[in-house]
């Protein structure tokens, strides 16, 4: 009997699978191993908020003159200058997981700060505007006068020895080493959200003063704290986006109103700061407290502690306090902390406490949409709805949507048994999983709405999460799910046969290309086909190549840089009115009619009607006889009409038909719509 895999050789498995899916020949041109691998890794720390963005950037490059060696993964600079975020990879590719030397790591780091200082000299003076890191040493050599705080990451899936290493230092600068191993990344997955404990009296210089208030029910306790502001900035310092995971959104520097008028008063008007300002709301899964009397409390320490709304102002005190050297040792911090009683419902309340507690920046129900009911029915529809399979010796397998990070594997892993797992990978292909990042590209490429895809991945998703709170979310029927599938087909088809020059530029000639074909055909592309097939038609895959060939040329021919071009909308608008010759055969494969998400349930009753009456206009059937064909039951009283005849009203027509509401044409879709998966299986 063979043995089931310890959680760390399961994570180490995934990732492995996860890497070679995004290098995998339907993808397109590979990307190198260590480039797909900083790509999972950054999804890993971007979904939990040990990262708030990266841009990858492979490079590397040894000793030239007096020039440091330097090596470069991805970066991140904040809005405001005042923050760097600078990735390197060490990338091993063994078959099980493996020890990193602490001199190997001590070298990537090495490399890393290289880059920074080449980036600080000015070095992209001497480069091309078209070389993979210009933009990224101009951009920080350009922030260096506001520059405070670099973190330095080694990104590696090796297991690297425990010990100190040597770290260089820069003058003027704040620099932390992070390291995330293979180890400390599975630490990342479903359920192992690293708790932040904060001893007050220990390592903060002593309690914080407050009030309890109890709560009737029991359900809560809620305390009001007065908090030292080189207190806040320093837990700030220490723990960084970790503090905001509950939060509804990052921090929004300081080029707002709100956090330009904090930075005000911390500089100017410091005493009048707890007057001016809204404080904190923050919540802790358990509190250590020191009872006095009449409700006057000392808070001793927290566990789980999180700033549900505040982000603006701690990150604002903290970036006053590193950046402005601004003193703010006479600042205090109004603190409303609240201690659930139960644990579970945590997931429930906190984002409502989020929600209804933020008063000083309009918070939009974007913010909240990767808890929202519309992932939560697609996570559910995608454990549940099987593919169509594509040749007699398949069985189908569902296409697995990731809502959350890890649990795929937390899901494979509680199969429990080797043999179980095997059965459970074959229903649930790795390279059939995506993300809501990836939900974000398919859905923004049909939208055609390239240069936001070509933005990035998180930046794409927040893009796509603000469009459904302005048109409304896509309602998550069966029909909604094949078609993303489908989508998510057509998206790898066409990096699958991008050009094989289209190298760095791979991901924006397949967004403007697919976005322009989607564009042309009015979105008659043919999902329904696609899901079927579970492929594209083969005129369909000849458009999509051709077109890949001229929005290549087109985004290479781009002046500057040419990935920071496509991301601008002329670039795309530009490359949109742009006219191509194609082979007509492709137009025979589009449907009759367009596919647009409906935004109500009526809606998506009107687009299947639409979808499905034309099969039945022939049918000399009454209502009676298909519904007791398929073992259904029919409107009252329109057992006697002509299958042909209704199948003949469009949908303004049959609802003005006589008699007929919002219930009695359900009944009758839903009854055609059972006909017809009937006739199609």
């Known amino acids: 009997m063979s ?15 996860e890497v070679r899916i995004k290098c ?5 041109t590979p990307p190198l191993l260590a480039e797909a691998f900083t790509a999972v890794a950054l999804e890993h720390l971007i979904e939990h908020n040990e990262a708030s963005d990266g841009a990858q950037c492979a490079f590397e490059d040894p000793i030239r003159g007096k020039a440091p060696a330097a090596k470069l993964s991805a970066w991140s600079l904040s809005g405001d200058g005042a923050t760097l975020d600078l990735f390197v990879t060490h990338y091993l590719n063994e ?73 260089g230092q820069i003058e003027g600068l704040e620099l932390r080493y992070v390291l995330w191993d293979l180890d400390k990344l599975s630490r990342l997955q479903v359920g192992a959200r690293e708790v932040i404990e904060l001893d007050f009296v220990q390592t903060y210089g002593g309690a914080v003063p407050a009030l309890e208030i109890g709560d009737a029910t029991g359900e809560y306790r809620t305390f009001l704290g007065f908090l030292p502001a080189p207190v806040l900035a320093r837990i700030y310092g220490e723990h960084g986006q970790r503090l905001l995971e509950r939060n509804v959104r990052a921090f929004l520097q300081a080029k707002g109103k709100i956090n330009k008028g904090l930075q005000k008063t911390l500089k100017e ?13 923050c919540t802790a899964a358990s509190v250590e407290v020191e009872s006095i009397k009449d409700g006057h409390v000392r808070l001793k320490s927290v566990s789980d502690f999180q700033i549900v709304n505040g982000g603006q102002t701690t990150a604002s005190i903290y970036h006053a306090f590193k950046r402005e050297q601004t003193d703010i040792s006479g600042v205090v911090v109004q603190v409303k902390l609240t201690v659930l009683t139960n644990p579970e419902r945590v997931a429930d309340i906190v984002p409502l406490i989020s929600k209804y507690a933020n008063s000083q920046n309009k918070v939009n129900a974007a913010d909240f949409s990767a808890n929202g009911r519309f992932h939560l029915d697609l996570e559910k529809l995608s454990r549940t709805v099987w593919a169509p399979a594509v040749s007699g010796l398949d069985r189908g397998a569902h296409w697995y949507y990731e809502r959350a990070r890890g649990s795929y594997l937390d899901d494979k892993m509680r199969q429990g048994t080797p043999a179980r797992i095997r059965d459970w990978e074959k229903q649930n292909p790795a390279i059939q999983k995506f993300t809501k990042t990836d ?12 240069y936001l895809v070509c933005r990035g991945a ?45 190298g760095s530029l791979r991901a924006q000639t397949v967004a403007f290309a697919l976005a322009w074909l989607v564009e042309k055909s009015g979105r008659k592309i043919d999902l329904n086909q696609i899901w079927e097939r579970q492929g594209v038609p083969d005129a369909l895959a000849d458009a999509i190549a051709t077109v890949g060939v001229k929005a290549l040329a087109y985004i290479k021919g ?18 949109r009115s742009t006219k191509f010759d194609l082979d007509p055969t492709w137009e025979k494969t589009w449907s009759e009619h367009a596919f647009e998400a409906p935004r109500s349930d009526m809606e998506a009753v009107e687009q299947e009607w639409e979808r499905i009456r034309p099969k039945f206009l022939d049918d000399q059937r009454t209502i009676m006889g298909m519904a007791v064909r398929m073992g259904r039951e029919y409107p009252p009283t329109s057992g006697g009409w002509v299958v042909g005849q209704v199948a003949a009203l469009g949908w303004e027509r049959l609802k003005m038909k006589p008699g007929f509401g919002p219930k009695k044409i359900r009944q009758i879709v839903e009854l055609f719509s059972a006909a017809m998966a009937k006739i199609q299986g």
Not at 3 to 17: G, Q, T
Not at 107 to 123: I, P, S, Y
Not at 439 to 450: D, F, H, I, R, V
Not at 465 to 489: C, T
Request: hydrophobic fraction near 40%; aromatic fraction near 8%.
């Open 439 to 450: 939900l974000a590209k398919y859905e923004q490429t049909w939208a055609a709405l390239p």
């Open 3 to 17: 043995k089931s895999p310890s959680r760390l050789e399961a994570f180490h498995i995934d990732l492995k699978e």
């Open 558 to 575: 781009q002046s500057g840089n040419p990935t920071e071009a496509a991301k601008k909308e002329e670039c795309w608008q530009k490359f």
């Open 269 to 281: 008007e410091p005493h009048r700061f707890l007057a001016y300002n809204n404080g904190l709301c």
């Open 24 to 28: 995998a020949p339907e993808t397109g």
């Open 95 to 167: 078959e099980t997981p493996t020890p990193v030397a602490r001199a190997d790591a001590a070298r990537q780091f090495k490399l890393l700060l290289g880059f920074l200082r080449r980036a600080l000299d000015g070095w992209h003076t001497k480069l091309e505007t078209s070389f993979p890191v210009f933009e990224a040493a101009r951009q920080i050599h350009e922030a260096k006068d506001a520059l405070t705080t670099v973190r330095l990451f080694l990104l590696t899936d090796g297991i690297v020895k425990a010990g100190e290493i040597e770290r």
């Open 458 to 502: 998180e930046k794409n998703f927040l893009q796509l999460a603000q469009r459904h709170e302005a048109e409304g979310e896509p309602v998550v029927d069966l029909n909604y799910f094949k078609q993303v599938v489908a989508k998510m087909i057509l998206v790898k088809a066409g990096a699958r046969l991008a050009p094989e020059d289209s």
